[in-house]
Structures are given as structure tokens and as C-alpha cells.
């Protein structure tokens, strides 16, 4: 099976790419998204994994983030072999502030605009468009509502939070931890988005969306966070305690990993502590 990993040298994309011994669609690979004669390669490939996407959550980087994540996406798109399984990374927060009615928050919830940044909204949107090329075209496709993911360092990557906490424990420096550290979330570790992207390439599921991450095993507060990776490593974290970030919205998530399992027979197999393990 031939794969390319779109953002193939980026924070997941980097780990993403080396599981399947990939090819890289970047800037940083010498190829863009927004450029359809840099796409045309999207063609030879069995399986496609679309993580590339522009970030960026300011509403002054709205017109850049509709551009790159939606008219990248239908460059993408565009080009996918009709024969060919396609997985597109989107984000557990196009629910805003509704995942916060759930304790385990299923693909029912609701996607209405409550608020979401430019970088959700532009994600829901790319959404609609791989449902429609996938049905028009004829390639199988995937969606994933992807719940803080993490992954080893690698040169030129900035971690997401769970990443952040362990370069600033590494390091010694402060940690400010939002809503005082009382937050839950499920995190998953990098390999098992990898091998969720292999087990739907490897099913007969033609259209499948999912909400993806640790789930209830994998889930913990800021704080537990912190003080295990205290406990895997025996380093001792500085948190600013007198300076706590704002309350997130939504104040907890927890992936229902029920229907992924169900149809894919797909569940994490990197536990918390090996998981954290990697990050120092």
C-alpha cells in the first residue's frame, strides 16, 4: 500500500508518516497545498492521510485559515484515486461549548456555530467537502474528530499542551495551567491515531465519521496530568499556581469511543504511562 501524509513533517504528521513509511506533502517538503500542480501527486496513492492544515485560532488569520484548510482540502480532494481510502484530521472542538452536556461526548452532538475560531469552523466546512467528492468521485473516506493527540518531540514541531507540559517540566520552567488544572481530557498518543488510520484503510467501511482520542481510560485532569509525568519521571514541575489560565470551553471532554470501536474494531493500545513515557 502506497500512503502520503499530507503535513507529513509537522507535529503528528512527522510520527504519522514514519508508521507507515510515507511520503511528505508540505511546505516544508518542498510542495503546497494551496498550488494544484503540487496536488496532482495526491493520484498515486492508495491511501491518503490529510493532517496539513493552517492552526491558527485568531480571528485576524481567519481569511488565511479558510484558504489553506478549505481550498487546500479541495486540492486534495480533487485528485484522490477513485480506488483510494482518504482520512481527514478534524477536531473535536466544531462542537464548542455543546461537548460540555456530555461526559462522553459521541458523533450526535451538535456542530451549530456557538462561538467555534476560524480553525474549527474551517474544519467543519472541509468536513461537507470530503463527504461530497468522496460520494462523487468514489473513494472511501474517513473523518476524525480528533481529541488531544500527542507525540514525541521532532525538530521544528511545537507540542500541543500535553507536549508543552513536558518540555516545561523538562526544562524547569513554569506551567500555567488552565481553570486552575481542574479540566478533563482524554489524550491519545500519536501511534494509535496511525493505527486508527490503518484500520479503517483496512475495512470495508466506505464513509465512516468518528470522535477519536484516549477515551474514560485515557482521561484525567491538568493537574493528574502533571503529576504524573512528576511521577514517570521524578522531576518536579513548577506550576504558577497564582496565575491559572481561563476556564476552557468546554470545561471537560472525554471521547465515546463506542461507534470507532463498533465499526472498526479499533480501541488505544499505548497506555497513559508508556505514552508520556516518549515525551522525555
Not at 480571528?59 to 482520512?87: H, Q
Request: overall charge negative.
Amino acid at each position: 500500500m502506497k500512503v502520503l501524509v499530507t503535513g507529513g513533517s509537522g507535529y503528528l504528521g512527522t510520527h504519522v508518516r514514519k508508521f507507515f513509511g510515507a511520503d511528505d506533502l508540505s511546505r516544508r517538503g518542498g510542495r503546497d497545498m494551496l498550488y494544484q500542480s503540487d496536488t496532482e501527486m495526491v493520484a498515486d496513492y492508495d491511501l491518503v492521510i490529510h493532517l496539513a492544515a493552517r492552526l491558527d485560532k485568531s480571528p485576524d488569520a481567519a481569511e488565511d485559515t479558510f484558504e489553506t484548510n478549505i481550498e487546500g482540502t479541495l486540492n486534495i480532494l480533487k485528485n484522490v484515486r477513485t480506488d483510494a481510502a482518504f482520512v481527514f484530521a478534524s477536531t473535536k472542538d466544531v462542537y464548542g461549548r455543546f461537548a460540555g452536556n456530555y461526559s462522553q461526548v459521541d458523533e450526535t452532538c451538535p456542530t451549530l456555530y456557538s462561538g467555534q475560531s476560524p480553525l474549527e469552523w474551517s474544519k467543519l466546512i472541509a468536513e461537507r467537502y470530503v463527504e461530497y467528492y468522496a460520494h462523487n468521485r468514489g473513494f472511501r473516506s474517513c473523518i476524525f474528530r480528533l481529541s488531544s493527540v500527542y507525540a514525541p518531540p521532532s525538530e521544528g514541531n511545537a507540542p500541543n499542551f500535553v507536549g508543552h507540559f513536558a518540555e516545561a517540566i523538562n526544562r524547569g520552567e513554569a506551567i500555567r495551567l488552565p481553570g486552575a488544572g481542574r479540566p478533563i481530557r482524554d489524550i491519545l498518543h500519536v501511534d494509535d491515531l496511525s493505527r486508527a488510520c490503518e484500520a479503517f484503510a483496512g475495512s470495508v467501511i466506505r464513509h465512516g465519521l468518528y470522535n477519536l482520542g484516549g477515551g474514560r481510560n485515557n482521561a484525567l485532569t491538568l493537574s493528574e496530568l502533571v503529576k504524573k509525568m512528576e511521577d514517570l519521571t521524578g522531576l518536579q514541575a513548577v506550576v504558577d499556581a497564582e496565575n491559572p489560565l481561563p476556564d476552557p470551553v468546554p470545561m471537560n471532554y472525554v471521547t465515546d469511543l463506542g461507534l470507532i470501536t463498533r465499526e472498526l474494531d479499533w480501541k488505544p493500545e499505548v497506555s497513559l504511562d508508556d505514552g508520556l513515557k516518549t515525551l522525555f
